[in-house]
């Protein structure tokens, strides 16, 4: 096989923010990057060695995408599952393999694998439309999830009993029943082609109240260090169970009485590890590189004790973005914008990130603050 | 004037590793980045929004070039001056502005500038020919420096004695002082449009003892701290004297007894940057941006003890690039590798660099020698 610095092409599916990360760091290892999506102007458009518009869900717009490269990765699930098998099977490698993602786009498959496989995870029943959780009433409060194409905090509900019942989703899902929460943390985990493991430490989600996407997070998490361990021990097993090659960023809950519970995983980059270009000796993006292309993993220590704030469009504006603040918080020493190239804001949209270093948790958690009263994202 | 992020056209002449890497922050700032270089397939081709393939010689060029562009900035100082004073007269922002870059282009109009402006600097005398330095033999040991166009180590001779005379450059230059050195510094200071200063701690430049680059460079320096003092508090007065938006990179002297001089200078970008990328809250591509946009410049503190090693084109290898022993090399803990996505390796050439993470100087020293022996570039 050629080196992946000669004449050699990485295929990335999805040209969202994500995959914009990736790209930035695509040049450190020579690696010629073409990025498949279906809009013009995407985050990754300009960016990308080379970009080609078209749907991640036709087999033939995925397929030949991939005939093109060397090397396949994703930055998104939602995808054509079969135009990846096919590819595999005329021997591309698709890191993270078809199996892997085809389990994981389907929440019901992905809840019955950790049951197959011990692996600790929130109770749950299989329902296929409304009526099946009206029959199930007793089992709430639980979150009804839908089983495929939920995404950044779509597709997922919070029913506490049965007045809720009639806004339901009628659709093909799960119910899993609401645990008693201490905190919310995120493991990403690396595997490598070669079978190298390496495991970013803990990080604990701050979710918005309303939005139920992650607010903002802190690198390390302050939870006690046995429970931590368990936590990064559970993203090792599962990553093996698994038998990932490349990321898996495992978002889990830990419950009022120290248990540690797995809600959801991603075969890819993810917004909980992207401090990690800031504050660790290697970022998620390259560790998704190295881990692709065979090479030894890189060291995830934390140099700094980093907060991350998701930067979302403000409610009540939508149009062309403006960033209003912008001095107010590039003014906070230790504060980084990441923006993600999107030209036009939406009420809760996702426009970028801020990372901050600080030295101490109690600073970190002021800052956390200063960030988010000095920029807004207006129309 | 539109604000940065939005349809705005940043210029960058030259598309070396410098541009290469700036290319790498402009997504975090939603800059749209237009790159003109005379290669056809240099370090910043595919990653530029737009790259245009021409002369930075050429007037014509230049002129065009910068024409199409909102604000243009600098990688390299050995352009057409003329179509920058002309773009400048036209009302585009030039930073840094034609008048420094006429100044820095020139070792004998830079040294005079330190003359006339009390900055500390080694002694030399200018010369126009071969007979001009036979006449002043009696001035070596000293440096012989060609008046323009050296760069990375070319144009520098070292002229120890009359035996040296006969393989002197014949050639407008300058013979400077050799100083009895306890060691090489550099300091990357910042200037905002809007006046605002920030430098970045003094980092130690440890030279290859046959090619005249640096060879690796450790960062902080370990020099006594009213040395570094002083060092920081020259490239601030430096900075201000010249009234650079931008950056410029200010590499000195320090003689045995402790007196600081001013080498030469940068007015962008520098190789003894590179590791604030990893090590530093605010990389120096980063506070580039932030200077021109004149946003508030970031914060300059290191947050871990870093080095940084040049990966050179090995004697004796010409053609297209092997990276051999890249495994070995990233085994090495908090090791990150950049390469330049040069093509083809030739002895001595700047191919790529690592920037190495270690908790203490001694830690650092041993990886920056197992960097060195883990990797090689190859034809």
Redesign the interface.
Known sequence: MK?F??DFKLGIVGGGQLG?ML??FC????V?ACVLDPSADG?CS??A?EYTQGSLQDYDTVYAFGKQVDLLTIEIENINIDALYQLEREGLPVYPQPRVIEIIQDKRIQKQFYLDNGIPTADFILVDNRADIEAHADFLPAFNKLGKGGYDGGGVQSLTGKADLARAFDDYGLLEKTVDLQSEISVIAARSSRGEIAVFPAVECIFHPEYNLVDYLIAPSSLAAEVLAQAEELAKRLIESLDVVGLLAVEMFVSKDGEVLINEVAPRPHNSGHQTINAN??SQY?QLL?AIFG??L??T?I??PSAMVNLLGEEGYTG????EG??RL??I??A??????KKITKPHRKMGHITI?GNDMETLKEKVQLVKKAIKVLA
């Open positions: 080196a610095y000669q914009r790209l930035q040049p450190n290892f020579n010629h985050p300009g960016l060695n000796d290697t390259e190295r090479l030894p890189g060291s220590a140099n700094k062309p973005a403006i960033y912008l001095d590039l003014e020493d230790g980084n914008i990441f923006l993600y190239g270093l």
